[in-house]
């Protein structure tokens, strides 16, 4: 679970950080195996809204989705679209919906 966080962060733009405080706060998941995906950042803005005052340079909002499976779920490849650059005052929202 660990290392395709790890792989499906780094290929969206999130920094160590984010990535191991993600992990860390998903803990360990009691299933043979996971499927594991993640929303569009419109999506992710939808599930959870959040507003900044001030408003931030950049703002982005990635939620992964994770479901624990009793067996292998074939899949389509997620697509990555990369963070926006991060300048000035950036707000960065990483959070998980485990869905049992």
């Known amino acids: 679970l660990g290392e395709v966080i790890d792989d499906y962060g780094r290929k969206l733009g999130l920094n160590e950080v984010e990535i191991r405080d993600l992990v860390s706060s998903i803990g360990k998941i009691d299933a043979p195996y996971v499927f594991i995906s993640f929303f569009d950042e419109k999506t992710s803005r939808a599930i959870l809204p959040l507003s900044f005052t001030p408003a931030p340079n950049v703002y ?3 939620v992964f989705y994770l479901k624990p499976q009793n067996e292998i ?3 389509k490849n997620p697509v990555f679209e990369k963070l926006p650059e991060r300048a000035g005052f950036t707000a960065v929202e990483v959070s998980y919906i485990l869905d049992y």
């Open 73 to 75: 779920v074939l899949a």
């Open 60 to 62: 982005s909002n990635v």
